[in-house]
Nanobody, 124 residues
Framework: QVQLRESGGGSVQAGGSLRLSCALSGAAISGTYMAWFRQAPGKEREGVAAINTGGQYYVDSVKGRFTISQDNVKNTIYLQMNSLTPEDTAMYYC???????????????????WGQGTQVTVSS
């Protein structure tokens, strides 16, 4: 049974940093397509970043500020978030699937497994 568990959310002032973690159980992370999504109140869910053996992918609004990485030993992915702004405030979710077409990484409907989410709040 595949399970995802996020951690690392919290409250931070604008310009600050946070690192989110997503621990995967029930599958090997090296063979799994992993991604981060976020959803702010009143807004649609948005793909933030994804990682697989082919590389990393980012939504334009976080390029240069966020970095997605994975630790195959810990079976965990991370999202390092720097230069945070109030617009980054959202619930952040980890998602996974066996395989995603790279061009569709940002579509939440492509992913089979989801975590419960971790809240990120950035104050101005």
């Amino acid at each position: 049974q595949v399970q995802l568990r996020e951690s690392g959310g919290g409250s931070v002032q604008a310009g600050g940093s946070l690192r989110l973690s997503c621990a995967l159980s029930g599958a090997a992370i090296s063979g799994t397509y992993m991604a981060w999504f976020r959803q702010a109140p009143g807004k649609e869910r948005e793909g933030v970043a994804a990682i697989n053996t082919g590389g990393q992918y980012y939504v334009d609004s976080v390029k240069g500020r966020f970095t997605i990485s994975q630790d195959n030993v810990k079976n965990t992915i991370y999202l390092q978030m720097n230069s945070l702004t109030p617009e980054d405030t959202a619930m952040y979710y980890c998602a996974a699937d066996d395989w995603i077409f790279d061009g569709r990484w940002f579509l939440g409907g492509e992913y089979k497994y989801w975590g419960q989410g971790t809240q990120v709040t950035v104050s101005s």
